[in-house]
């Protein structure tokens, strides 16, 4: 079955970088490009980025723009968010999640990683 | 900026049929905006329930059904049961630079 595992997340200062990390298992990793998801405390879904199966696409919220960057390791079934400039705002669970390969969309997530920024 | 829009809460009766809506401030929803449509419960990930506007996976419950209404993407559960109480949000795929936006979500409550 298809697994999905984040990892990385904790308490940063403001300012500070943080790495996540999502190790796939159950599909063929490398045949899916994957989306980052975070989720504020209280708040709606908002979508972060995404990477196409090779890696070489890689597009991005608004929000995060020029200081997030999403990246793979399809030889260790890996995706990754790299977050630089942190920010209160970005205090959020950070899901990664699969996109359909039959058609354009999510089909699984994972269960969420909590990054937090505060001083 | 894109706003996808949707009700921020419902209430509707068990057994009753509830629809949900989700807008584009670009103008009317199609099907190549690719709505998808996930259910989230307290303290749970998200499930994915539609894609393509109305496609099913196979662990979606058969009184979930998706279409195009209005100029708008809908969710439709008939027959609601009281598991059904959750957030409800929409996905959809604009291309370029921001591909992908997520509606507000909606807060059903079954009561």
């Known amino acids: 079955q298809v697994q999905l595992v984040e990892s990385g997340g904790g308490v940063v200062q403001p300012g500070r970088s943080l790495r996540l990390s999502c190790v796939a298992s159950?599909?063929?990793?490398?045949?899916?490009?994957m989306h980052w998801v975070r989720q504020a405390p209280g708040k709606g879904l908002e979508w972060v980025a995404i990477?196409?199966?090779?890696?070489?696409?890689?597009y991005y919220g608004d929000s995060v723009k020029g200081r997030f960057t999403i990246s793979r390791d399809n030889s260790k079934n890996t995706l990754y968010l790299q977050m630089n400039s942190l920010r209160a705002d970005d205090t959020a669970v950070y899901y990664c999640?699969?996109?359909?390969?039959?058609?354009?969309?999510?089909?699984?997530w994972g269960q969420g990683t909590l990054v937090t920024v505060s001083s | 900026q894109t706003v996808v829009t949707q009700e921020p809460s419902l209430t509707v009766s068990p057994g009753g049929t509830v629809t949900l809506t989700c807008a584009s401030n670009t103008g009317a929803v199609t099907s190549g905006y690719y709505p998808n449509w996930f259910q989230q419960k307290p303290g749970q990930a998200p499930r994915a329930l539609i894609y393509s506007t109305s496609n099913k996976y196979s662990w979606t419950p058969a009184r979930f059904s998706g279409s195009l209404l209005g100029g708008k993407a809908a969710l439709t559960l008939s027959g609601v049961q009281p598991e059904d109480e959750a957030e409800y949000y929409c996905?959809?795929?604009?291309?370029?630079?921001?591909?992908?936006?997520f509606g507000g979500g909606t807060k059903l409550t079954v009561l």
């Open positions: 999640a699969k996109e359909n390969a039959a058609t354009l969309g999510i089909d699984y």
């Open positions: 159950g599909f063929t990793f490398s045949n899916n490009g």
């Open positions: 990477i196409s199966y090779e890696g070489f696409n890689k």
């Open positions: 996905l959809l795929y604009y291309g370029g630079a921001q591909p992908w936006v």
